[in-house]
Protein backbone atom coordinates (compact mmCIF):
# COMPACT_ATOMS: atom_id res chain seq x y z
CA UNK A 1 0.00 0.00 0.00
CA UNK A 2 2.83 2.33 0.48
CA UNK A 3 2.62 5.61 2.86
CA UNK A 4 -0.61 6.71 4.07
CA UNK A 5 -2.31 8.99 1.70
CA UNK A 6 -2.18 12.98 2.47
CA UNK A 7 -5.38 14.61 1.69
CA UNK A 8 -6.33 18.33 0.71
CA UNK A 9 -9.66 19.71 0.54
CA UNK A 10 -10.38 21.05 -3.23
CA UNK A 11 -14.34 21.64 -2.39
CA UNK A 12 -15.67 23.06 1.32
CA UNK A 13 -18.96 21.50 2.53
CA UNK A 14 -19.75 25.05 2.19
CA UNK A 15 -19.13 25.15 -1.65
CA UNK A 16 -20.67 21.54 -2.20
CA UNK A 17 -23.95 23.55 -0.46
CA UNK A 18 -24.10 26.62 -3.00
CA UNK A 19 -23.26 23.82 -5.97
CA UNK A 20 -26.29 21.58 -4.61
CA UNK A 21 -28.78 24.37 -3.80
CA UNK A 22 -27.94 25.52 -7.86
CA UNK A 23 -28.48 22.03 -8.95
CA UNK A 24 -31.25 21.92 -6.73
CA UNK A 25 -32.88 24.92 -8.28
CA UNK A 26 -32.07 24.43 -12.16
CA UNK A 27 -33.86 20.28 -11.71
CA UNK A 28 -37.23 22.06 -9.61
CA UNK A 29 -37.15 24.61 -12.45
CA UNK A 30 -37.04 21.46 -15.04
CA UNK A 31 -38.99 18.81 -13.27
CA UNK A 32 -41.46 20.65 -10.65
CA UNK A 33 -44.74 19.03 -12.31
CA UNK A 34 -43.26 15.66 -13.56
CA UNK A 35 -43.03 13.66 -11.07
CA UNK A 36 -39.37 12.69 -11.87
CA UNK A 37 -37.72 9.30 -11.22
CA UNK A 38 -34.27 10.17 -9.53
CA UNK A 39 -31.91 7.53 -9.98
CA UNK A 40 -28.35 7.32 -7.78
CA UNK A 41 -25.74 5.30 -9.34
CA UNK A 42 -24.39 3.62 -6.06
CA UNK A 43 -22.15 4.01 -4.13
CA UNK A 44 -21.02 6.90 -5.17
CA UNK A 45 -23.72 8.95 -5.32
CA UNK A 46 -25.53 8.34 -2.17
CA UNK A 47 -24.71 11.49 -0.46
CA UNK A 48 -24.93 13.98 -3.27
CA UNK A 49 -28.22 12.15 -3.34
CA UNK A 50 -29.32 12.55 0.05
CA UNK A 51 -28.40 16.30 0.33
CA UNK A 52 -29.84 16.81 -3.40
CA UNK A 53 -33.22 15.36 -2.50
CA UNK A 54 -33.81 17.24 0.20
CA UNK A 55 -33.53 20.59 -1.55
CA UNK A 56 -36.71 19.55 -3.86
CA UNK A 57 -40.35 20.56 -2.78
CA UNK A 58 -42.38 18.26 -5.34
CA UNK A 59 -42.92 15.14 -5.94
CA UNK A 60 -40.50 12.87 -7.13
CA UNK A 61 -39.22 9.25 -6.56
CA UNK A 62 -35.67 7.70 -5.27
CA UNK A 63 -34.07 4.71 -6.93
CA UNK A 64 -30.71 3.40 -6.68
CA UNK A 65 -28.48 1.29 -9.28
CA UNK A 66 -25.60 -0.57 -8.62
CA UNK A 67 -23.08 -1.74 -11.52
CA UNK A 68 -20.37 -4.46 -11.05
CA UNK A 69 -17.23 -3.13 -9.90
CA UNK A 70 -13.90 -4.07 -11.98
CA UNK A 71 -11.68 -1.79 -9.96
CA UNK A 72 -9.76 1.18 -11.39
CA UNK A 73 -9.02 1.66 -14.55
CA UNK A 74 -10.04 -1.11 -15.86
CA UNK A 75 -13.52 -0.83 -16.00
CA UNK A 76 -13.85 -0.05 -19.71
CA UNK A 77 -12.47 -3.62 -20.46
CA UNK A 78 -14.74 -5.51 -18.54
CA UNK A 79 -18.41 -6.22 -18.93
CA UNK A 80 -20.41 -4.13 -17.74
CA UNK A 81 -23.39 -5.79 -15.23
CA UNK A 82 -26.25 -4.23 -13.33
CA UNK A 83 -26.41 -5.87 -10.22
CA UNK A 84 -29.02 -3.86 -8.76
CA UNK A 85 -31.58 -2.67 -10.93
CA UNK A 86 -34.23 -0.01 -10.70
CA UNK A 87 -37.29 -1.25 -8.67
CA UNK A 88 -39.99 1.12 -10.75
CA UNK A 89 -41.72 1.41 -14.27
CA UNK A 90 -39.25 3.60 -16.07
CA UNK A 91 -41.53 3.60 -19.47
CA UNK A 92 -42.97 7.12 -19.84
CA UNK A 93 -41.55 8.18 -16.84
CA UNK A 94 -39.19 11.46 -16.67
CA UNK A 95 -36.06 9.78 -15.70
CA UNK A 96 -32.78 11.95 -14.13
CA UNK A 97 -29.87 10.18 -13.54
CA UNK A 98 -27.72 10.97 -10.15
CA UNK A 99 -23.58 10.66 -10.96
CA UNK A 100 -21.23 11.63 -8.19
CA UNK A 101 -18.30 11.95 -10.57
CA UNK A 102 -18.09 11.53 -14.78
CA UNK A 103 -14.38 10.39 -15.00
CA UNK A 104 -14.16 8.10 -17.94
CA UNK A 105 -17.90 8.02 -18.43
CA UNK A 106 -17.96 4.83 -19.13
CA UNK A 107 -20.40 4.26 -16.10
CA UNK A 108 -23.07 6.99 -17.04
CA UNK A 109 -22.73 5.94 -21.07
CA UNK A 110 -23.29 2.67 -20.05
CA UNK A 111 -26.99 3.33 -18.37
CA UNK A 112 -28.11 6.20 -20.04
CA UNK A 113 -28.02 3.45 -23.20
CA UNK A 114 -29.40 1.13 -20.53
CA UNK A 115 -32.21 3.09 -19.13
CA UNK A 116 -33.15 4.01 -23.11
CA UNK A 117 -33.96 1.21 -23.58
CA UNK A 118 -36.71 0.87 -21.33
CA UNK A 119 -38.19 3.58 -22.72
CA UNK A 120 -38.68 6.71 -20.43
CA UNK A 121 -40.19 9.95 -21.59
CA UNK A 122 -36.91 11.78 -20.67
CA UNK A 123 -33.62 10.88 -19.80
CA UNK A 124 -30.85 13.15 -18.39
CA UNK A 125 -27.77 13.13 -16.24
CA UNK A 126 -27.03 15.26 -13.22
CA UNK A 127 -23.46 14.87 -11.79
CA UNK A 128 -21.56 16.40 -8.84
CA UNK A 129 -18.30 16.50 -10.66
CA UNK A 130 -16.66 15.98 -14.31
CA UNK A 131 -13.36 15.25 -14.85
CA UNK A 132 -13.14 15.47 -18.70
CA UNK A 133 -9.09 15.03 -18.94
CA UNK A 134 -10.39 11.25 -18.39
CA UNK A 135 -13.06 11.07 -20.56
CA UNK A 136 -12.79 7.96 -22.93
CA UNK A 137 -16.63 8.16 -23.80
CA UNK A 138 -18.66 10.90 -24.69
CA UNK A 139 -21.15 11.84 -22.03
CA UNK A 140 -23.48 15.11 -22.13
CA UNK A 141 -24.21 16.10 -18.89
CA UNK A 142 -27.16 18.27 -18.47
CA UNK A 143 -26.61 19.62 -14.76
CA UNK A 144 -23.03 19.79 -12.98
CA UNK A 145 -21.65 20.86 -10.16
CA UNK A 146 -17.98 21.50 -10.69
CA UNK A 147 -15.04 20.63 -12.97
CA UNK A 148 -12.63 18.97 -11.66
CA UNK A 149 -8.81 18.63 -12.28
CA UNK A 150 -7.15 15.41 -12.76
CA UNK A 151 -6.16 14.50 -9.20
CA UNK A 152 -7.94 11.28 -7.43
CA UNK A 153 -10.55 13.12 -5.43
CA UNK A 154 -12.28 11.59 -2.26
CA UNK A 155 -14.94 11.80 0.62
CA UNK A 156 -18.97 13.15 -0.12
CA UNK A 157 -19.24 9.81 -0.48
CA UNK A 158 -16.63 9.25 -3.03
CA UNK A 159 -14.06 6.92 -2.34
CA UNK A 160 -10.25 5.95 -2.55
CA UNK A 161 -10.05 2.29 -2.31
CA UNK A 162 -13.15 2.29 -0.42
CA UNK A 163 -12.40 5.09 2.04
CA UNK A 164 -12.89 8.34 3.07
CA UNK A 165 -16.38 8.47 1.57
CA UNK A 166 -17.56 9.28 4.83
CA UNK A 167 -15.91 13.04 4.62
CA UNK A 168 -18.05 16.20 4.65
CA UNK A 169 -15.82 18.07 2.05
CA UNK A 170 -14.53 17.05 -1.55
CA UNK A 171 -10.86 16.05 -0.98
CA UNK A 172 -7.75 15.48 -3.71
CA UNK A 173 -5.01 12.89 -2.38
CA UNK A 174 -1.57 15.04 -2.80
CA UNK A 175 0.31 11.82 -2.59
CA UNK A 176 -1.63 8.47 -4.00
CA UNK A 177 0.36 6.39 -1.78
C1 LIG B 1 -17.08 5.49 -9.50
C2 LIG B 1 -17.96 6.71 -9.38
C3 LIG B 1 -18.73 6.72 -10.66
C4 LIG B 1 -17.80 6.03 -11.63
C5 LIG B 1 -17.21 7.02 -12.57
O1 LIG B 1 -17.82 4.39 -9.14
O2 LIG B 1 -18.79 6.63 -8.25
O3 LIG B 1 -19.93 6.00 -10.56
O4 LIG B 1 -16.75 5.41 -10.87
O5 LIG B 1 -16.18 6.46 -13.35
P1 LIG B 1 -16.29 6.28 -14.92
O6 LIG B 1 -16.81 7.58 -15.47
O7 LIG B 1 -14.85 6.02 -15.29
O8 LIG B 1 -17.16 5.13 -15.20
P2 LIG B 1 -17.13 2.98 -8.73
O9 LIG B 1 -17.28 2.02 -9.84
O10 LIG B 1 -15.74 3.24 -8.20
O11 LIG B 1 -18.08 2.48 -7.58
P3 LIG B 1 -18.55 3.23 -6.24
O12 LIG B 1 -19.49 4.34 -6.66
O13 LIG B 1 -19.22 2.15 -5.48
O14 LIG B 1 -17.31 3.78 -5.57
Known sequence: MGSEPKLSV??????????????????????LTKHPILIGILKGSFMFMADLIRRLDFPLEVEFVRLSSYGRGTKS????????????????????????????GTTAAFLLDYLSQKEPNSLKLCA??????????????????????D?????????????????PDICFLEDEG
Open 77 to 104: SGKIRVVHDVQSEIRGRDVLLIEDIVDT
Open 128 to 149: LTDKPARRQVPVNIDYLGFTIP
Open 10 to 31: LFTRDEIEVAVNRLAAEIRRDY
Open 151 to 167: KFIAGYGIDWDERFRHL
